[in-house]
């Protein structure tokens, strides 16, 4: 699939609204100008930047740095930093950073090695070197004139998966990571789902973000390219930004020269989790994860984002939050889109304003770091939204310890019982025609909010199980778990499971959703993990592979994200299952029919296993 292929046109605002920091977007308007100076190809920017240089890594290669003062003027006296590490072009990184300034605080961002302005190979993202230069750019800033000594990684997406790698690093002067909607295993929580390849996101993101790496518009109606005409450059800003004194762009074209970049087809035969792409690396490699004795050691104070409609970010900051117990952790779990600027509760639609609004998200922030600067007691807390509830809660366990479990058994006629029914089963063909849609937590990533919409149309292609309408509000809280005995007709597919909410109208709404290919259903035992992943969890590895037996019943287990919701009284619970999510999803199945047939019942039920406990009263209870 190419970067303007499948259900999405691609074009390089999305990248950036879908990539670029939070506050990028959720203040645009404070984003810089440029204009072409005569036919000089020289830029004139009202980004107020104070100087921008190469510095020179170890090994030689140079990596792009600007430096942003407060009122654009060398601090009266040692300052704070925030540092921004982005492969998506630097210049954009000071937009909207005006209250940070405003607070004292001197900002660095950095083209990472490879990308964009920098030189260097890149055959990988966040690789070995690119990990190492982050001990010397925080080093190099401590020990600048203007600087206190005193250094906070900052980032969203792939900025927050390098501001989380940095607090790893045996670096003194950090004193702590902002770290927003991270993919904590980049494997799992966005690439392989439950080891189901998003060919959609890595092909998309691979093929623009190489592009942008090489010199050229991520968007191919632009037709841009730095590389083969000087002209096009100025036009490129601010994904490519030349440093001081290279307002001809010599050394900027000489680092894409350079360029060895990675294409998402060295990913194309990955199946397991420990499979090298074409390239010699795996996705974990890459991720915050691979780096979780550095985390423990170095116990750096975090603050850690999510959102239960962003991929898999909820879950990678309740993992985070459960792998490293000692250190000092406050997690933020919204129902945002990635870039935390629109609301997408699917229970408030026509609501898109952020919760928390874009100025509490900044005292949130700013609190956060003055105490890690200041060596204050950072409080281990999960604060988290209620879907439907419209409100925050806090808990320093996950699920809360007011939760308690519940399992539902899935019954004949298409119920979710109480307690297992008569010995039965159902069956029914795979439509590989479902689909989320375009506005999901998958598309998020890339650019376009999550906007869930009424799902009852594309229910009746999936395998349902209702409960009876609640007599009482609940919330569920926690990490559902689906439990199946099933039997398919091919040795290779994937079970693609949803939760939703059933309003006494008919109204399906989307909660939220977890998917397993089946042949890494073996259970894995959390010694045997990398990192605590929570309940029924799999390895994804090649060792644990099980094969598939067509028509051989087989159990399933596996969590689905985690989710904080509301159910309404008089609203029904539903499970939905499905073999497919033509959003974003490679077909498995061997391309072939499929069908699956669920056991219920007697020796071999099937159950829907969740946390929950009565609700509080809310002013925003549907009541429908």
């Not at 603050?303 to 997690?331: F, K, N, T």
Request: proline share 6%; hydrophobic share 40%; net charge negative.
């Amino acid at each position: 699939m190419s970067a303007s292929s499948g259900p999405y046109h691609f074009s390089a605002s999305r990248l950036r609204a879908g990539a670029f920091s939070l506050l990028a977007i959720a203040l645009a308007g404070c984003a810089a100008d440029v204009s072409v100076s005569g036919d000089t190809g020289r830029e004139s920017r009202s980004d107020g930047r104070s100087q921008s240089y190469y510095l020179e890594m170890r090994d030689g290669v140079r990596v792009a740095l600007s430096v942003y003062f407060p009122g654009g003027e060398t601090p009266a006296r040692p300052a704070p930093t925030i540092l921004k590490q982005t492969r998506y072009g630097r210049a954009d990184e000071i937009a909207g950073m005006e209250r940070f300034q405003a607070d004292g605080y001197v900002i660095v961002s950095v083209d990472t090695r490879g990308s964009t302005s920098s030189f260097g190979k890149r055959r990988v993202d966040i690789g070995p070197e690119e990990v190492e230069d982050m001990d010397e750019i925080i080093a190099h800033i401590a020990a600048a004139p203007w600087s206190n000594g005193e250094v906070i990684a900052m980032g969203t997406s792939y900025l927050a998966d390098t501001a989380d790698i940095a607090a790893s690093r045996p670096a003194p002067a950090l004193k702590g990571a902002v770290i927003r909607e991270v993919d904590f295993d980049a494997f799992d929580h966005l690439f392989f789902p439950g080891g189901a390849p998003n060919d959609w996101f890595l092909e998309n993101w691979g093929a623009a973000t190489r592009e942008m790496d090489e010199g050229r518009s991520p968007d191919p109606e632009d037709g841009l390219d730095c590389a083969a005409r000087v002209e096009d450059c100025v036009r490129l800003w601010p994904i490519l930004d030349p440093v001081d004194g290279d307002e001809g762009f010599v050394e900027l074209r000489r680092a894409l020269a350079g360029r060895d970049r990675w294409a998402p087809d060295d990913y194309a035969g990955v199946v397991f989790a420990d499979d090298r792409g074409k390239n010699g690396y795996t996705f974990f490699s890459s991720s915050p994860a691979s780096h979780l004795g550095g985390i423990i050691g170095e116990a750096k104070p975090a603050q850690i984002w999510g959102s239960w409609m962003d991929a898999g970010s909820a879950a990678a900051a309740l993992a985070r939050y459960r792998s490293a117990p000692e250190v000092p952790m406050e997690i933020w779990i919204t129902a945002n889109d990635h870039s935390n600027s629109v609301f997408a509760d699917p229970f408030f639609a026509e609501e898109k304003s952020p919760r928390p609004g874009v100025d509490r998200q900044i005292e949130i922030m700013s609190s956060f770091m003055r105490g890690s600067r200041s060596g204050s007691t950072v409080e281990r807390s999960i604060n988290y939204y209620v879907l439907g509830a419209d409100e925050y809660r806090s808990s320093k366990v996950w699920p809360p310890s007011d939760t308690s479990g519940a399992t539902f058994y899935l019954g004949e006629g298409g119920s979710l019982l109480t307690q297992s029914g008569r010995e039965g089963a159902d069956e029914k063909a795979v439509d590989f025609t479902h689909n989320t849609g375009r506005e999901t937590r998958w598309s998020t990533q890339f650019g376009t909010p999550p906007a869930y919409l009424d799902r009852r149309a594309e229910s009746e292609k999936l395998m349902t199980y209702d409960t009876a309408a609640f007599e009482d509000a609940i919330e569920i809280v926690g990490t559902p778990v689906v439990d199946l005995m099933v039997s398919t007709l091919t040795d290779d597919p994937a079970f693609f499971v949803y939760l939703e909410d059933v309003a006494p109208d008919g109204t399906v709404t989307y909660i939220t959703e977890g998917v397993l290919r089946a042949i890494h259903r073996r259970p894995a035992a959390q010694s045997d993990l990398a990192y605590d992943k929570g309940p029924a969890a799999h390895s994804f590895l090649r060792k644990d592979a099980t094969p598939v037996k067509p028509g051989e019943v087989m159990n399933v287990e596996f969590a689905l994200n985690p989710v904080a919701v509301r159910i309404a009284q008089g609203h029904r619970l539903r499970l939905a299952i499905g073999g497919a999510d033509a959003c974003c999803f490679r077909r498995l199945s061997n391309g072939a029919s499929e069908k699956f047939t669920i056991m219920r019942g007697g020796d071999r039920p099937s159950a829907l296993h969740i946390s929950m406990r009565p609700a509080a009263a809310s002013t925003r209870d549907l009541g429908r």
